[in-house]
């Protein structure tokens, strides 16, 4: 506090736009997930790895031209918001450079995973350039309310792979999450909608027991989400997925109408679906099982969950080194679903508790931006996004972890995934578009008149 | 590669990560401990008492150091606008109802041209009411001339009151 004199700038109004801080931060992001490289070439093979000034300098590429764009296009962004998003991804790259040196199923990752980085960042532009006001989104409301669930139903037409439906396959590209692009989709239809109905939701409703409870006709949409998202549980066997939409209908409620009986209500029925869908659901069932007794179930063949454990266990609070731990052992899905457990284990707590931190600063510079937002809808869609992205790092990571049953979701921007990464670009894209708006200085008097009144009223 | 190198860049690796945390949140400092929500409700609550006794200490504090204190912002405490900010840098800013003021007052008791706050030449900000019909008040006086404004001191229009800080 005693020396803030330097640093009064994040709040709305005529401020400096913090680009060459942006510059000094992302160019700090870049240097870290290098040093990592080296750190990984010298401990498995005692050299430096050749291909670390190939993605050094496509980091250091991509860093840049998103720098360009910002500077260019959204002059007043949030200035930490990309180079955690850089630092997030690059270091996303390098554990997936380090997991392919081991013999895992599924052959090299991180040249794949650097192309959809190259995507997602020119997804990023694309966002930066063609939305020229977030405002616009606010017209599609329930064209995005079409498409999302569009996007959520499509997976149940395709194979199941894994023991849950949530891709779809693209003969010739690949396959896509499509629950990656819904949460933004979904994200934008909530924002719209909650904009309109909000006074309704939150000023007609009983006092009940200290809570408010709300009309039965205000309570429809809830429902209906909450079905969808139950539904989804069970064609798609998706618990992270429906997990993620419930849970961001719930914050956005509560945001828009300052309610906590949504809070209550939304808690209670978490749990009569999750719980519900667990007892008949099998592939849902055989997961709860596997986080209530870990060990159990590396004995019966499911051995990830035990081997995530132990990871993080035998990592200690300072871990064994990029490079240095058996992560291996994870196995199948240990680039994607399981990589926070390679974090665990080779940069300890100390580097778990890091990168959380930075997922936590990046929600928090999303809820600031929408603390800073002139209009609601923008409130709303910065509170919605920053809570999606905020609610997905929860999921996996409790998963790891074992504090709640896993779901197939991806860290965002360390896992690999394309979908995951590009989707996270684009959000981290409105996230800045918004705080641009929000920063940007009131559209001032005219100065000329001003100053001529200046001079003639002062005494 | 020696055991010591190796432990060395781990250890390091763990340090620059965390400087890159520690530096993040340098970045954005002012945001995390620069408003004070509880505080401002607090004085809310008791009148305007507390406040008066915290600030005077800091003032004078900030007049010695030669002006390194001056109030950097104008904060909207009460109202239709509360919590909005305004950096100070030298500008003038107008307050009124007219669409082209710096802070556009949506109060029936507010005239359309009511107030300005500008710096003087010693870099003292100062506050003149333009004429309005329902007056500018600073603390609890109506001003008629142009009058200093300390840190603090609530500045009230209609139902908007507004003060600077540092």
């Keep these: ?459 | 590669m020696s055991e010591l190198t190796l432990t060395v860049m781990r250890l390091g690796f763990l340090a620059v990560l965390w400087l890159f945390v520690i530096v993040a949140v340098q970045v954005i400092r002012s945001d995390l401990f620069g408003t004070r929500v509880t505080q401002r409700a607090a004085r809310r609550a008791e009148g305007q008492r507390p406040q008066q006794r915290q600030s005077p200490p800091r003032q004078q504090g900030g007049r010695r150091g030669g002006g390194r204190n001056a109030p950097s912002k104008l904060v909207v405490t009460e109202g239709s606008l509360t919590g909005t900010t305004v950096a100070l840098q030298g500008q003038t800013i107008t307050l009124g109802r007219a669409h082209d003021s710096t802070i556009v007052l949506d109060d029936d008791y507010a005239s359309s041209r009511h107030a300005r706050i500008y710096p003087d030449r010693d870099g003292q900000w100062i506050v003149e009411d333009l004429g309005s019909t329902n007056g500018t008040y600073l603390d609890r006086t109506r001003l008629t001339t142009p009058t200093p404004i300390q840190p603090g001191a609530p500045i009230r229009i209609g139902k908007t009151v507004i003060e600077l800080r540092k």
Excluded at chain 1, 219 to 231: D, E, F, H, K, Q
Excluded at chain 1, 379 to 389: E, I, M, Q, R, W
Excluded at chain 1, 400 to 417: D, E, K, N, R
Aim: hydrophobic share 55%; net charge positive.
């Design chain 1, 1 to 459: 506090m005693t020396n803030t004199g330097s640093n009064t700038t994040v709040s709305p109004g005529g401020l400096p736009s913090r680009r060459n801080t942006e510059l000094a931060m992302l160019i700090f992001a870049v240097l870290i997930p290098v040093f990592a490289y080296a750190n990984v070439g010298l401990a498995k093979d005692g050299a430096l790895p050749a291909g670390m000034l190939g993605y050094g300098a496509g980091l250091c590429l991509l860093a840049g031209v998103a720098h360009l764009v910002v500077r260019r296009w959204a002059p007043y962004a949030d200035p930490l918001m990309l180079p955690i998003a850089t630092l997030l991804n690059g270091m996303g790259l390098v554990l997936i450079y380090r997991l392919d040196l081991e013999p895992l199923p599924g052959g090299a990752a991180a040249p794949t995973q650097l192309m959809w980085s190259t995507l997602g960042v020119g997804l990023f532009v694309g966002v930066l350039v063609f939305l020229k006001d977030h405002r616009v989104l606010q017209r599609y409301t329930y064209i995005s309310m079409v498409a999302a669930l569009i996007l959520l139903i499509l997976p149940v037409f395709f194979p199941a792979r894994f023991g849950a439906r949530i891709w779809i396959t693209i003969p010739g590209v690949g396959s896509l999450q499509p629950g990656e692009f819904a949460k933004i989709i979904i994200a934008v239809f909530f924002a719209g909608y909650l904009m309109v109905k909000r006074d309704a939701l939150a000023l007609a409703s009983r006092r009940f027991m200290g809570l408010y409870l709300p009309r039965g006709r205000d309570l429809g949409p809830i429902l209906v989400i909450w079905a969808l998202s139950v539904l989804i549980l069970v064609f798609e066997t998706d618990l992270g997925t429906s997990m993620l939409f419930f849970g961001l209908f719930v914050v956005m409620l509560y945001v828009a109408t300052e309610r906590t009986s949504w809070i209550v209500f939304g808690l209670g029925l978490t749990v009569v679906g999750a719980v519900a869908v667990a007892s008949f659901e099998p592939h849902v069932q055989s997961r709860v099982d596997d986080w209530l007794d870990p060990m159990q179930a590396f004995q019966n063949g499911s051995e990830q969950p035990a081997q995530a454990l132990w990871a993080f266990g035998s990592g200690g609070v300072l871990g064994s080194g990029l490079g240095q731990g058996f992560s291996r052992l994870i196995g199948f899905a240990a680039k994607s679903d399981y990589i926070f457990a390679t974090v665990g284990e080779e940069l300890g707590l100390t580097g778990v508790m890091a990168l959380l931190l930075l997922y936590g600063l990046l929600v928090e510079r999303g809820i600031r931006t929408s603390l800073a937002a002139r209009d609601p809808f923008g409130k709303l869609l910065a509170v919605g996004l920053s809570a999606a992205f905020g609610i997905q790092v929860f999921v996996v990571a409790g998963g790891v972890m074992g504090l709640i049953p896993l779901t197939g979701m991806t860290m965002p921007f360390l896992a690999q995934g394309g979908s995951s990464v590009i989707a996270n670009w684009a959000l981290v894209a409105i996230l800045l578009k918004i705080s641009d708006t929000a920063r940007r200085p009131a559209p001032a008097p005219a100065p000329s008149p001003d100053a001529e009144m200046t001079q003639v009223v002062r005494p």
